[in-house]
């Protein structure tokens, strides 16, 4: 398995392949990953997590979201001469270099299209993203199969149009303990205004995620719940992009509704968090299918998602809260209010929620892509 940042990195792609590696090892398959040392304490070299081999390489250069890594084309030709099958989670630098090296080699290569890659407007990102483009199109073109997360992807993003006949949907695993009500009993305690609603935002303060639009609806939803709350989950000051600062002007002017908790690493608590909150927003302008949405309505917390393809699905097969126009912070603001005000109406069995985004389904399928172009 190839991607950029492997655990412990905090992002719904990096906790997707962990799930999915970890799913085969207990399965009794040899899984490998190969990925960069993202961090200066994240161990150099080989290791041993939870029964996966991760193989972490010096990787001195950043450019934008990405890693130059010296000793990669070498130790990908020696570990795909290792392996049946090769799994590449896009987008991703290397992708032209693993097409090439899978045509020396003969392996057979699965491709999962996490996301259409879009960077902040700018002269060098847009350069980054049309090599990206490139890249990514000559690694699917060499692929046996490209995995993606919905049929509402396939039918919408530019980067799978034409790999329509060879993409697969493998919907999204969701995993997340069950809530312990007392520990969500003190967190709303902690954090409610005058027993007003608690809003839940759970990702990073960058642009495509738009967090300034979840802070903007607080005119609209001040009109019906004067106290409410907004409750974010994640890191916010990104080093890769300056979104934190640009909206620091609105951050002050709506500070005593906003409480910002940083990242939060344990699933206990994660849980914890979404149970304690009345409703979770996630008004992105680009998200193809965020983990959030599914661990969020395990834990009977409803959604209202920005309704563009891929990130409106969750709530579209399950009914489970609301969709709002895209990068319209009224119209988002009003579906909030339209969910709080009878959350009954969007609350399903946990039971239910599991098997829409079941973990064995999703390792199944995977595993029965790898046993086809393992041996054909």
């Given at each position: 398995?190839?991607?950029?940042?492997?655990?412990?990195?905090?992002?719904?792609?990096?906790?997707?392949?962990?799930?999915?590696a970890?799913?085969?090892?207990?399965r009794?398959h040899?899984?490998?990953?190969?990925?960069?040392r993202?961090?200066?304490?994240?161990?150099?070299?080989?290791a041993?997590?939870?029964?996966?081999?991760?193989?972490?390489?010096?990787?001195?250069?950043?450019?934008?979201?990405?890693?130059?890594?010296?000793?990669?084309?070498?130790?990908?030709?020696?570990?795909?001469?290792?392996?049946?099958?090769?799994?590449?989670?896009?987008?991703?630098?290397?992708?032209?270099?693993?097409?090439?090296?899978?045509?020396?080699?003969?392996?057979?290569?699965?491709?999962?299209?996490?996301?259409?890659?879009?960077?902040?407007?700018?002269p060098?990102?847009?350069?980054?993203?049309?090599?990206?483009?490139?890249?990514?199109?000559?690694?699917?073109?060499?692929?046996?199969?490209?995995v993606?997360?919905?049929e509402?992807?396939?039918?919408?993003?530019?980067?799978?149009?034409?790999?329509?006949?060879?993409?697969k949907?493998?919907?999204?695993?969701?995993?997340?303990?069950?809530?312990?009500?007392?520990?969500?009993?003190?967190?709303?305690?902690?954090?409610?205004?005058?027993n007003?609603?608690?809003?839940?935002?759970?990702?990073?303060?960058?642009?495509?995620?738009?967090?300034?639009?979840?802070i903007?609806?607080l005119?609209?939803?001040?009109?019906?719940?004067p106290?409410a709350?907004i409750?974010?989950?994640?890191?916010?000051?990104i080093?890769?992009?300056?979104?934190?600062?640009?909206?620091?002007?609105?951050?002050?002017?709506?500070?005593?509704?906003?409480?910002?908790?940083?990242?939060?690493?344990?699933?206990?608590?994660?849980?914890?968090?979404?149970?304690?909150?009345?409703?979770?927003?996630?008004?992105?302008?680009?998200?193809?299918?965020?983990?959030?949405?599914?661990?969020?309505?395990?834990?009977?917390?409803?959604?209202?998602?920005?309704?563009?393809?891929?990130?409106?699905?969750?709530?579209?097969?399950?009914?489970?809260?609301?969709?709002?126009?895209?990068?319209?912070?009224?119209s988002?603001?009003?579906?909030?209010?339209?969910?709080?005000?009878?959350?009954?109406?969007?609350v399903?069995?946990?039971?239910?929620?599991?098997?829409?985004?079941?973990?064995?389904?999703?390792?199944?399928?995977?595993?029965?892509?790898?046993?086809?172009?393992?041996?054909?």
């Open positions: 398995m190839l991607l950029l940042y492997y655990h412990p990195h905090p992002t719904g792609l990096t906790y997707y392949v962990k799930t999915v970890e799913g085969l090892v207990k009794g040899q899984v490998t990953v190969l990925a960069s993202h961090t200066k304490e994240t161990p150099l070299g080989e041993v997590l939870n029964g996966v081999r991760v193989v972490r390489l010096w990787a001195p250069v950043r450019i934008s979201r990405g890693m130059i890594m010296p000793t990669y084309p070498w130790r990908l030709y020696r570990l795909m001469r290792e392996h049946d099958v090769v799994n590449v989670h896009m987008p991703m630098l290397e992708s032209g270099l693993v097409a090439l090296v899978a045509s020396i080699t003969g392996v057979k290569i699965v491709a999962t299209h996490h996301a259409d890659l879009v960077l902040p407007d700018g060098i990102n847009n350069q980054i993203t049309k090599i990206m483009y490139a890249l990514q199109q000559s690694l699917s073109r060499r692929a046996q199969c490209v993606a997360y919905s509402d992807n396939v039918e919408n993003s530019f980067y799978l149009a034409p790999f329509r006949h060879k993409t949907v493998i919907r999204t695993p969701a995993v997340v303990p069950e809530p312990d009500p007392e520990r969500v009993r003190q967190l709303q305690r902690a954090w409610r205004n005058d007003g609603p608690l809003i839940a935002f759970c990702g990073r303060f960058v642009e495509e995620k738009r967090p300034d639009l979840l903007r609806s005119q609209i939803i001040n009109e019906k719940y106290t709350r409750v974010f989950a994640g890191e916010y000051d080093p890769y992009e300056d979104t934190w600062n640009r909206h620091a002007e609105l951050v002050e002017r709506f500070s005593s509704q906003l409480i910002f908790l940083g990242l939060i690493r344990d699933k206990q608590e994660l849980a914890n968090f979404y149970a304690a909150c009345d409703v979770l927003a996630v008004p992105s302008d680009i998200d193809n299918f965020p983990l959030v949405q599914g661990e969020a309505m395990l834990c009977a917390t409803p959604v209202v998602a920005s309704d563009i393809y891929g990130n409106r699905v969750a709530v579209s097969i399950t009914g489970m809260g609301k969709l709002a126009r895209k990068g319209d912070w009224q988002l603001g009003a579906a909030i209010i339209d969910v709080l005000d009878e959350p009954e109406k969007f399903k069995p946990r039971e239910f929620i599991k098997d829409i985004f079941s973990f064995d389904k999703t390792v199944n399928e995977y595993e029965a892509i790898f046993f086809e172009y393992a041996n054909s």
